[in-house]
């Protein structure tokens, strides 16, 4: 043991980059550098955080895999203790550190080799700190000069000092085969047929910045036969309030209102994020149309500088019925996948309902109808309490779209109403739907008659129950 830690002194002097600290793994290698020689890139505080090259080339710390392009080779250069570090998987190097602290920008890998000065520094237990030859004082680390850091906030890598007393900014370089697993890693983000068929969806992680993140978010147009509103408008003390998003959450699945989509048809995402995103950001909007927990349709918008942002799509003709979900992502980490993670951003489902395309019309009910009745009578929804009930809102969905008992609405699309009423404590119960003939309440020339449900008929078959209108504020249950 003793002769072991002897040789290990000497070589700290004589040959600065053969030590490397293993965690137990093996000996040190003969040679630090040169394509015969795989090696991962672990940081000095956490022995479970290994260097990766991510989507898009960004490099991050991840837990040792055989899928993950973690394999890292030295090459090197004409300078003493000067390499060009390279990923052994994608053949991509290290690309120059930032020369000067930067925690807002994180380190990729790409086509063009750059030079690293690599020193071990024997106060951080024999561990390396790795800085570009770009960069003031690299070789000199009693002044601190700038190298690869774990940023302390994320797992991405980025440029920050190493001096002797930045941990964060050393690593160790342990020696290791060359054992990727290229047919695992290949299937890293498929779905299997399982997955597929029970429609599946990948959680992402990731940061979430909270300055950026959808305060709202609405699909509309043409095919959306029953608009989508994140968050929806709620009804509280007596009027419709429109609510606000305000995640602390990178990634959210919204499920307390659900948009209708019809197939064939255009639809617009519109969302508006808490303030404008800086530059390398990626906006998406993903769809999984044919329901089989892969976003296979994805809109995207590079480098936003707003923002309001607008996604247009058509559902596909053949997509399948039902429903699936709709995905936001928001990111500055260059990965482009719609299952990849975010950085600094927000991840949001939501819900869609694929449907074939369908009449306009309007229709409405009641929440219970012992507390009030509804009709509607062709541009107005009227909804009548009973007894001491109150009437308190009109829903579509789960959204409020309306405080008033008589809400003007047109058929330009597909809109089933719900007339909301608070309890009725009293004996008294609907009869039918009436209501006091004013002057202006002028009666129809024709009565007009409607189903139970509010549906109006055309033409009533006898032996059957119906609301006839004899004009616009009144109503009288009638049998033919």
Same mark, same amino acid.
């Given at each position: 043991? $003793?002769?072991?830690? /002897?040789?290990?002194?000497?070589?700290?002097? @004589? *040959?600065?980059?053969?030590?490397?600290?293993?965690?137990?793994?093996?000996?040190? !290698?003969?040679?630090?550098?040169?394509?015969? $020689?795989?090696?991962?890139?672990?940081?000095?505080?956490? &022995?479970?955080?290994?260097?990766?090259?991510?989507?898009?080339?960004?490099?991050?710390?991840?837990?040792? &895999?055989?899928?993950?392009?973690?394999?890292?080779? =030295?090459?090197?250069?004409?300078?003493?203790?000067?390499?060009?570090?390279?990923?052994?998987?994608?053949?991509?190097?290290?690309?120059?550190?930032?020369? &000067?602290?930067?925690?807002?920008?994180?380190?990729?890998?790409?086509?063009?080799?750059?030079?690293?000065?690599?020193?071990?520094?024997?106060?951080?237990?024999? @561990?390396? /700190?790795?800085?570009?030859?770009?960069?003031?004082?690299?070789?000199?680390?009693?002044?601190? !000069?700038?190298?690869?850091?774990?940023?302390?906030?994320?797992?991405?890598?980025?440029?920050?000092?190493?001096?002797?007393?930045?941990?964060?900014?050393?690593?160790?370089?342990?020696?290791?085969?060359?054992?990727?697993?290229?047919?695992?890693?290949?299937?890293?983000?498929?779905? &299997?047929? =399982?997955?597929?068929?029970?429609?599946?969806? =990948?959680?992402?992680?990731?940061?979430?910045?909270?300055?950026?993140?959808?305060?709202?978010?609405?699909?509309?147009?043409?095919?959306?036969?029953?608009?989508?509103?994140?968050?929806?408008?709620?009804?509280?003390?007596?009027?419709?309030?429109?609510?606000?998003?305000?995640?602390?959450?990178?990634?959210?699945?919204?499920? *307390?209102?659900?948009?209708?989509?019809?197939?064939?048809?255009?639809?617009?995402?519109?969302?508006?994020?808490?303030?404008? !995103?800086?530059?390398?950001?990626?906006?998406?909007?993903?769809?999984?149309?044919?329901?089989?927990?892969?976003?296979?349709?994805?809109? %995207?918008?590079?480098?936003?500088?707003?923002?309001?942002?607008?996604?247009?799509?058509? #559902?596909?003709?053949?997509?399948?019925?039902?429903?699936? /979900?709709?995905? =936001?992502?928001?990111?500055?980490?260059?990965?482009?996948?719609?299952?990849?993670?975010?950085?600094?951003?927000?991840?949001?489902?939501?819900?869609?309902?694929?449907? #074939?395309?369908?009449?306009?019309?309007?229709?409405?009910?009641?929440?219970?109808?012992? /507390?009030?009745?509804?009709?509607?009578?062709? *541009?107005?929804?009227?909804?009548?309490?009973?007894?001491?009930?109150?009437?308190?809102?009109?829903?579509?969905?789960?959204?409020?779209?309306?405080?008033?008992? %008589?809400?003007?609405?047109? @058929?330009?699309?597909?809109?089933?109403?719900?007339?909301?009423?608070?309890?009725?404590?009293?004996?008294?119960?609907?009869?039918?739907?009436?209501?006091?003939?004013?002057?202006?309440?002028? !009666?129809?020339?024709?009565?007009?008659?409607?189903?139970?449900?509010?549906?109006?008929?055309?033409?009533?078959?006898?032996?059957?129950?119906?609301?006839?209108?004899?004009?616009?504020?009144?109503?009288?249950?009638?049998?033919?």
């Amino acid at each position: 043991m $003793h002769t072991i830690l /002897r040789f290990a002194a000497m070589c700290l002097v @004589a *040959t600065p980059l053969f030590c490397t600290h293993t965690y137990g793994q093996g000996t040190d !290698p003969t040679s630090f550098g040169g394509e015969s $020689h795989y090696y991962h890139i672990v940081w000095y505080s956490n &022995s479970g955080s290994y260097m990766t090259e991510a989507g898009g080339g960004v490099l991050q710390v991840e837990g040792k &895999s055989r899928v993950a392009k973690q394999y890292w080779q =030295f090459l090197p250069t004409d300078k003493n203790n000067c390499y060009h570090i390279k990923n052994a998987v994608t053949g991509h190097y290290i690309e120059a550190c930032k020369t &000067s602290q930067n925690n807002t920008y994180y380190i990729k890998a790409t086509d063009t080799p750059v030079e690293y000065y690599i020193s071990q520094e024997s106060a951080r237990e024999g @561990a390396y /700190r790795l800085t570009s030859t770009n960069c003031t004082n690299y070789s000199d680390t009693s002044k601190s !000069p700038v190298g690869l850091n774990k940023d302390g906030a994320s797992s991405y890598i980025i440029t920050w000092a190493a001096g002797t007393g930045n941990t964060g900014s050393y690593w160790y370089i342990n020696p290791t085969e060359f054992d990727y697993d290229y047919e695992a890693a290949a299937n890293r983000y498929k779905h &299997s047929d =399982f997955a597929k068929s029970s429609q599946v969806y =990948f959680m992402p992680c990731g940061t979430v910045n909270g300055t950026l993140a959808a305060r709202s978010l609405s699909v509309t147009g043409e095919g959306a036969l029953k608009p989508l509103d994140y968050p929806c408008s709620v009804w509280g003390g007596g009027s419709k309030k429109a609510e606000t998003a305000n995640t602390s959450s990178w990634w959210t699945l919204y499920t *307390t209102d659900k948009g209708q989509v019809a197939q064939g048809k255009e639809i617009t995402v519109n969302v508006t994020l808490g303030g404008t !995103p800086a530059a390398g950001y990626l906006a998406q909007a993903c769809f999984d149309w044919d329901h089989d927990g892969v976003f296979e349709d994805v809109q %995207s918008i590079d480098d936003p500088k707003t923002k309001a942002l607008t996604f247009k799509t058509t #559902v596909p003709a053949e997509a399948a019925l039902g429903e699936s /979900r709709m995905r =936001f992502r928001l990111t500055d980490n260059g990965l482009t996948g719609a299952d990849e993670e975010v950085s600094a951003g927000q991840i949001l489902d939501c819900m869609l309902e694929t449907v #074939v395309p369908t009449e306009a019309e309007v229709t409405v009910s009641v929440n219970d109808p012992d /507390r009030g009745s509804a009709y509607y009578s062709g *541009t107005e929804a009227i909804a009548t309490p009973c007894g001491n009930a109150k009437f308190l809102c009109w829903l579509e969905g789960r959204k409020v779209v309306s405080t008033s008992a %008589s809400y003007t609405i047109e @058929a330009t699309r597909p809109v089933h109403l719900v007339a909301v009423f608070s309890a009725n404590t009293t004996d008294e119960r609907p009869t039918g739907i009436q209501a006091p003939l004013t002057v202006e309440d002028t !009666p129809y020339a024709t009565p007009l008659y409607f189903d139970l449900s509010g549906r109006q008929v055309t033409a009533p078959s006898k032996g059957h129950t119906y609301i006839r209108k004899d004009s616009p504020r009144k109503g009288i249950l009638i049998t033919i």
